[in-house]
């Protein structure tokens, strides 16, 4: 129980706006998280999907089992969670995509695999610099869409755990959504054509 | 973005999207009177948001999730490996852990397979293991995996094979019915394959689909050659690749024998004709999508293969040419089948021509 005071301080720390304690949160949970998630995982039914908030409500307990944290709500532990993801994914993505290579690979060469494709690697990276800009013009949206996308959580769910309407946070997923949509996409066009000035039609 | 644009553009946005399609124009025009960038902004917007689905509309919770679980055997928490970078986990099976690494000096992309445990004691086939690798590593050929090699890191043993990116036969053949031209063009590419190998005397003895790779670019590759087999014990008679093993749950170790040579079954000596019979067996399975031999038990489908004929009715009555090729891929003697992948591959060319 010596780190209690420690993480509920921590993650207070961090929901008031300090980064750095963040670094010091995220390993703990990426870890609780990790176990959790790998022993879903190598249960006997494969094909079990692990829902987000079965993970993260087993992982909550278990930390407050830990380190009685006494998190007031559950809310700043389903966006650490959409942060883990998100920091877990661009991990594999860049690991990726900073291979010069070749060639684009779509599909992964073996069987039952999960890793990421050359496609959703350069869309997660063009959307975690997307969203890092949205995050400057609107921090409400761009939490919004890391909850969802990186957290798996529902609109209703989102709506639940920030105190908002359903449709409000419809409303702003739908602006978000198309904003990254055009965002990713100009990027990519640019990428096709970077002498734009020379092409005739 | 100018003071204020942005809540000008999500104003406007929300107006104009609940707006009928024709009106939103007109809408946008008196609203923003004029002011160019913002119309630009909205309207695109809303062009995007119409579109309906872009790839948000996916989370990628779940991908993260196997991504978070998956380090089998803990290898990850310190990527360097031998002189490779392990990058991430590309699959598990019954001979273990298989990664995608980077070579450290020269970025190029490896598969490595991480061996094991069990193999490390077993000096006799870490021998056979080093002797087949050696020699498969000298062959290079479009049409299989090239191995890298083979060695020892972190006290496990290690294959390290080229990279191919692609999707694996079998998985094709869950999704898509294989049409009879890409049959050919698959079959001959592995012929090919099997052709460069077996004139260096590597047999694979485990072709299946699940050891055939398609590229992108329609490139068909042979994994795993000469060491799919070698998993299992000196004995050839249990001589059963693990690869697509499963443990069930009393424990029991499956492997597969569909592809299985009649030889491969009684446990003789095998030369590159086992090979082409697997070969035959998964030419049948793309025309017919079926297996030509089946069985309820790994028992009655040996039975099977050393008993009963293929049905070749109705799917080959509009194709005898590539029926007499089967049939003679899958001739029980190896003295009747295609005596080498060369015969085969002059064959195919006849059909495809």
């Known amino acids: 129980m010596k780190n209690s005071l420690n993480i509920t301080e921590l993650l207070r720390a961090w929901s008031d706006g300090d980064d750095a304690s963040l670094e010091v949160l995220l390993p703990l949970v990426e870890q609780e998280l990790r176990r959790i998630a790998h022993s879903y995982m190598s249960n006997e039914n494969l094909n079990h999907t692990l829902q987000t908030t079965a993970l993260v409500n087993e992982a909550f307990i278990e930390l407050n089992k830990q380190h009685s944290v006494n998190w007031q709500n559950r809310k700043h532990f389903y966006a650490l969670t959409a942060q883990i993801m998100r920091r877990i994914l661009l991990k594999y993505a860049r690991d990726r995509s900073c291979i010069k290579r070749g060639g684009n690979f779509q599909h992964i060469s073996l069987e039952d695999v999960c890793v990421l494709t050359q496609q959703k690697s350069e869309e997660l990276i063009a959307l975690d610099e997307a969203l890092t800009r949205l995050s400057k013009i609107d921090p409400m949206k761009s939490s919004i869409v890391e909850l969802r996308y990186f957290g798996g959580l529902t609109i209703d769910e989102i709506g639940s755990i920030s105190g908002y309407a359903s449709v409000t946070v419809a409303v702003h997923w739908r602006l978000a959504k198309a904003w990254l949509g055009r965002e990713i996409q100009g990027k990519n066009k640019r990428k096709v054509f970077p002498e734009n000035n020379y092409i005739s039609v | 973005m100018r003071e204020g644009l942005w809540e000008n553009i999500e104003t406007l946005f929300n107006q104009a999207v609940n707006l009928p399609p024709e009106q939103r124009f007109a809408f946008l025009a008196s609203a923003c009177r004029g002011d160019e960038e913002l119309i630009r ?166 072709i299946k689909p699940e050891n055939i790779i398609l590229t992108d670019e329609g490139i068909v590759k042979i994994l795993d050659f000469g060491l799919a087999k070698m998993f299992d014990s000196a004995d050839t008679k249990k001589e059963v690749s693990f690869d697509d093993a499963f443990e069930t749950s009393s424990g029991l170790i499956i492997g597969t024998v569909n592809y299985m040579s009649p030889e491969q079954v009684r446990g003789q000596l095998l030369d590159g004709r086992t090979d082409l019979w697997s070969l035959g067996v998964i030419f049948y399975e793309m025309i017919v999508g079926e297996r030509p031999f089946t069985g309820e038990t790994a028992s009655d489908m040996q039975a099977s293969i050393l008993l009963s004929e293929p049905d070749y009715t109705p799917h080959f009555n509009d194709k005898p040419e590539i029926k007499k090729i089967i049939t003679k891929l899958l001739a029980k003697k190896v003295v009747d089948r295609y005596q080498n992948a060369a015969d085969l591959m002059k064959d195919l060319t006849a059909i495809r021509h």
């Not at chain 2, 290898?75 to 019954?94: H, M, N, T, W």
């Not at chain 2, 004691?121 to 050929?141: G, N, P, V, W, Y």
């Not at chain 2, 998985?171 to 019915?177: A, M």
């Open chain 2, 41 to 206: 902004e909205v309207s695109s917007l809303i062009d995007e948001s119409e579109n309906g689905e872009n790839f948000l509309s996916e989370p990628v919770f779940e991908l993260g999730t196997k991504l978070l679980a998956f380090d089998p055997i803990g290898l990850l928490k310190e990527p360097d490996y031998a002189s490779y970078r392990l990058l991430g986990v590309l699959g598990r099976g019954g001979t273990g852990v298989v990664f995608l690494a980077e070579e450290k000096n020269s970025e190029r992309l490896a598969a490595i397979k991480i061996l094991p445990l069990s193999l490390a004691e077993d000096d006799e086939r870490i021998m056979r293991f080093q002797r087949e690798a050696q020699a498969a590593s000298s062959i290079k050929h479009p049409n299989f995996a090239q191995l890298y090699e083979f060695g020892k890191a972190k006290d496990r043993f290690f294959i390290a094979m080229e990279y191919v990116a692609g999707t694996t036969l079998r998985r094709l053949l869950k999704t898509d019915k294989c049409d009879v031209s890409k049959a050919l063009q698959i079959t001959a590419q592995i012929a090919e394959g099997l052709h460069a190998a077996h004139r260096t005397e590597i047999i694979h003895r485990d």
